[in-house]
């Protein structure tokens, strides 16, 4: 029968939709309605409403109590939304979400933490959680800016945190921090050759330090990271199937997968697709294929173009085309610690053979482009092309990021009907640009304005996991208020947008990007019933609530895929986390920041609250000395080791 978590009108089982009474027809029976919302629909045609309701995954009516009452039968579910703002499921323009899946148990997220000390706290208890063999790491989504002591973790911190097992903590695009035993599993040694585009920081007798920096090459950070354990066989579904349970948390309902390096096709795109093929995912991915081996990209392209088509699969696993990367010597680097990288100064030649062989086959692509200089060469490409008809010519082609992208390059790219998708990476290197290139600079640092008055399609994404989180709201409140996690306002208000367009651009112009703006990003009948109730109404609270914004109820295809509050438990069951040990079973994924407090007074009741925790295990370990490493001791007053704490 009918459900009403919270509680309402519910039609009797045999009232018609024309009131006559006579048996409904089971065919206009809803299987999902959420009456008493806030709905900001994202369609100019009705921009607001009270109730919808979804049947076999499609949106069937979009009004008010009276518009979806007729549809409630037997087997609907009716939640009640409690006055809350409903919106269209959020989608994520580029997310790196089939390799984040791969590895998200294994990861310790500081996503949100607020202080080092509460970080460091998190890696000590993990690091006695982790059988050998295994290491800790942690893999983006912060930045020491937004830690009350703004500055990294030290070699010695993790060395005292974990002794013996391997610890690998990655910071941005520009270094990693290992310690003693990460840097043993990683066989670096004082022979160890200096990496292309990369450094081992050595100390004095020439033996490394446990820094590796980018320089400006992210390359020695992730072949570093690749010498850690992987997962294998079912723990790689439960691991992908927890961390979209966790991009649901967020109302995220779709994502763009840019691909990226160590990334292969078709191995590493297996655990989607085997889960697409079992009705197991509760994201829609669009993915995109990336040649992961210098000198051999051609090839892989015209491989991949007998093997597939764009659009192939359906509305939850899709090909979207090629790139970030096409071929690796046009690609920058995003390490704004570092000077501009110079690209060579031949890689015009198979770069424009790559793309003659996508656009001449109907793919599209999107490029992986920081900085003007690399626009401007890709542009000129793209303008020879033109001649033989190839630009404009129908297929879906964007650049990303665009930092530095100039006036004349965003017409030129209007003039070849290209598209745009930009990510809140300044929200975490945002103090890093500021100090290389100055204030001016960063104001436009990219000029998202400039781009959505040329008419452009700029969609909006995290470029999670490695640098930016993947909250979505994060990069919704940096869109709007030009902050950076550490509260710097880096983009002035005329590089700003308000709070309808940024939603728009994560929700109608990322389905655009993959032609599917007919059925995606906006709540109408006809459309895929994608959409989330918020915690706070995104429309009303402060710019500095916006960050802290999550999803109550995430549904896709009318399937309820995230359920919080009063609606927790309407969601589908997940298998439990595996590995047993993993952080993710312990700490959880994103760490949301307490509510009704500033930022800066969060940190530093975090930070009295690790403080206090850390001298009271030292107080209770000179009582009774035992081994931390052994986990915790039964003892009449209760375990040696704090169980909300665990230090």
Known sequence: ??????????????????????????????????????????????????????????????????????????????????????????????????????????????????????????????????????????????????????????????????????????????????????????????????????????????????????????????????????????DKKTSTRHFLRELNRFGLTSAIDAAGGFQNFPENYSTVVELAAAGQLS???????????????????????????????????????????????????????????????????????????????????????????????????????????????????????????????????????????????????????VRRYGPGAAADAPPVRAMLERGLTVGAGTDATRVSTYNPWIALHWLITGRTVGDLVVRPPHNRVDRHTALAMFTEAGAALTGEEGVKGVLRPGCLGDFAVLSEDYFAVPEPDIARIESLLTVVGGRIVYAAAEYEGLDEELPPVSPEWSPVARFGGYQAAPGGVSGARQAELLGEAVAESELHRQWRTRRDPAPESEGPVPRAGGPLLDPCFGL
Do not use: C
């Open 1 to 234: 029968m009918s459900t009403m978590p919270v509680g309402g009108p519910i039609p009797s089982a045999t009232e018609s939709a024309t009131g006559n009474g006579t048996e409904k027809a089971t065919e206009s029976v809803a299987d999902l309605v959420v009456r008493n919302a806030k709905i900001h629909t994202g369609d100019p045609g009705r921009p607001r409403a009270g109730a919808l309701a979804v049947r076999d995954g499609v949106l069937v009516a979009v009004g008010d109590d009276k518009d979806v009452a007729p549809l409630i039968g037997p087997g609907t579910k009716v939640v009640d939304a409690l006055g809350r703002r409903l919106v269209p499921g959020l989608n994520d323009s580029h997310l790196h979400v089939i390799r984040g899946g791969l590895n998200y148990v294994l990861e310790l997220r500081w996503d949100g933490v607020q202080t080092l000390r509460q970080g460091l706290a998190m890696l000590r208890e993990q690091a006695a959680r982790t059988p050998k063999g295994q290491w800790v790491r942690v893999v983006g989504g912060w930045s020491a800016e937004q830690f009350a002591e703004r500055r990294l973790p030290t070699v010695a911190e993790l060395n005292a945190a974990a002794p013996d097992t391997p610890v690998f903590v990655l910071h941005l695009y520009q270094s990693a921090v290992l310690n003693r035993a990460a840097l043993k599993a990683a066989g670096y040694t004082r022979d160890t050759p200096e990496p292309r585009g990369g450094q081992i920081v050595r100390g004095r007798n020439g033996e490394p330090t446990g820094m590796l920096l980018a320089a400006p090459s992210a390359l020695i950070l992730y072949s570093t990271l690749a010498k850690a354990p992987v997962l294998e066989g079912e």
């Open 283 to 433: 994201l829609r991915i669009a993915y995109h294929l990336f040649p992961q081996t210098a000198g051999q990209e051609i090839a892989d392209l015209e491989r991949w173009i007998e093997m597939a088509r764009p659009e192939d699969g359906d509305e939850w696993l899709r090909l979207n085309g090629a790139g970030e990367n096409l071929t690796w010597a046009a690609a920058d680097f995003e390490n704004f610690a570092q000077p501009r990288p110079e690209l060579s100064s031949g890689y015009e030649g198979d770069f424009e053979t790559a793309v003659r062989l996508l656009m001449e086959n109907g793919w599209g692509f999107r490029l992986h482009a920081t900085y003007d200089e690399t626009i401007r060469r890709d542009l000129a490409v793209f303008e020879k092309l033109a001649a033989d008809g190839l630009f404009p010519a129908g297929n879906r082609w964007l650049f990303d990021h665009a930092e530095t992208v100039s006036a004349d390059s965003l017409d030129r790219i209007a003039a070849l009907g290209g598209a745009m998708s930009v990510q809140n990476r300044l929200s975490f290197q945002g103090e890093a640009f």
